[in-house]
Structure formats: structure tokens, C-alpha cells
């Protein structure tokens, strides 16, 4: 079975910090793909980004970037300061295998005040 | 492209009553998927079809909810009868690369 566990629930910053959201997954499968979603207050879920289990390499994207470790079965996300269109629930999610279907974790709400 | 469309963006029926919940995917892509966003819950998967087929409806809560794909541009999530605890977002996605999937801006049903 494979699971997404993102144990922070709410986090509130103030506008130029960085922040760090986490993500722990488990799976048995040796082939997977992580991936992170946003959910702005509109509520549509927007695709940010897709990593695979071979490729450990991280990855920075403007303000966002990614740390992948295997050893430690992570997926973090960092945002580098922080902006007020940055507030949305962050999703990190899981396709183990062959499957198709994401595996979603709980989400972490992220406030950002001006 | 006008991305993943659902309809109706809001519906609130009463308990006992039908409901179908519509969507249109991303026009080429050969995955749709339907979820469901409590705040118990998080985000489930429903079902999802590859080229029109239903490959894994596990996630569907009960007979009284039924998923169509008639073609590759068409879906529809019924339930009927409904009850108060389907009370939800239901949110339709499609992909073509596995994983990148693009989500409609979800129907907020509400069943009283």
C-alpha cells in the first residue's frame, strides 16, 4: 500500500520569508512518481510539478525549488520569499508502479501575510 | 484549450434526489479521473477510465454512485439516490502524461 503523509496541517509566514513544506511517502514499489499540486482559494488544483524515483536531482523553478531524498523517503518544497499569491493548500501526492491514479496526501494549508 | 470543464459549478439537491455532475476533458488526453475533496477525507479517487474504459472504480463509495465515459470528450458522475454525507467537491481531471493531470474547478454539491 502506499501512503503520503504531509504532517504540517497549517502554516502562516509573513510575505519575503522562505518556507519549507513536507512531504514523507511510503511505498513498496521501486518505480514511483512524486508529484506537487496547488489549490489557490478558487479551488482548481494546478499541477507544479513530477519528479520519478530515479531521478534525485533537485529542482529550482523561479521561487520554488524541490529536495528529493530517498534515504529518507522525502519530497520537500520550498518556497523562497514568500509572496501573498503564494496562500493555497499544497498537496504533495504518490503514483506507485504501474498505477495511473495519484495518491494524494493531506495537504498543508499555507497563509501568507503581508 | 479551455481546460478540464465541469458542470454545474454548484448543486444542491435534497436527500433522495438524482444528481449528475458533467465533465469535458482536455481535449487528446486519454486519462479522466473523478475525485472527491472532503474535509474528513482529503482527496479520494472515485474512479478513473483510460480511453473511455473504466480501469478502477474501487474507489466509489457505494452503488449509488455510477460513472460514464460515452466518448473521449464526455463524462458524467451519478448518484442517485443521494444522501447528506455526498455532501463534497467533486472534481474531474484529465491527463496525457502520466501524473500531470489538470483539474476543473470542481462541483460543490450540497445534498440537504
Known amino acids: 500500500a502506499q501512503k503520503v503523509t504531509q504532517a504540517q496541517t497549517e502554516i502562516s509566514v509573513v510575505e519575503k520569508e522562505d518556507v519549507t513544506l513536507d512531504c514523507v511517502y511510503e511505498?513498496?514499489?521501486?518505480?514511483?512518481?512524486l508529484f506537487w499540486y496547488k489549490q489557490p482559494p478558487s479551488g482548481e488544483l494546478v499541477f507544479l510539478i513530477r519528479r520519478n524515483s530515479f531521478d534525485e536531482q533537485n529542482e529550482i523553478s523561479g521561487r520554488y525549488s524541490w529536495n528529493f531524498q530517498k534515504s529518507t523517503s522525502s519530497f520537500n518544497f520550498t518556497i523562497t520569499a514568500s509572496q501573498v499569491v503564494d496562500s493555497a493548500v499544497y498537496f504533495c501526492?504518490?503514483?506507485?508502479?504501474?498505477?495511473?491514479?495519484?495518491?494524494f496526501g493531506s495537504g498543508t494549508q499555507l497563509t501568507v501575510l503581508p | 484549450d479551455a481546460g478540464v470543464i465541469q458542470s454545474p459549478r454548484h448543486e444542491v439537491t435534497e436527500m433522495g434526489q438524482e444528481v449528475t455532475l458533467r465533465c469535458k476533458p482536455i481535449s487528446g488526453h486519454n486519462s479522466l479521473f473523478w475525485y472527491r475533496q472532503t474535509m474528513m477525507r482529503g482527496l479520494e479517487l472515485l474512479i478513473y477510465f483510460n480511453n473511455n474504459v473504466p480501469i478502477d472504480d474501487s474507489g466509489m463509495p457505494e452503488d449509488r454512485f455510477s460513472a460514464k465515459m460515452p466518448n473521449a470528450s464526455f463524462s458524467t458522475l451519478k448518484i442517485q439516490p443521494s444522501e447528506p454525507r455526498d455532501s463534497a467537491v467533486y472534481f474531474c481531471?484529465?491527463?496525457?502524461?502520466?501524473?500531470?493531470?489538470?483539474f476543473g474547478q470542481g462541483t460543490r454539491l450540497t445534498v440537504v
Open positions: 481531471a484529465s491527463s496525457f502524461r502520466l501524473g500531470e493531470a489538470f
Open positions: 501526492a504518490l503514483i506507485p508502479g504501474s498505477a495511473r491514479q495519484l495518491t
Open positions: 511505498t513498496r514499489d521501486t518505480t514511483y512518481y
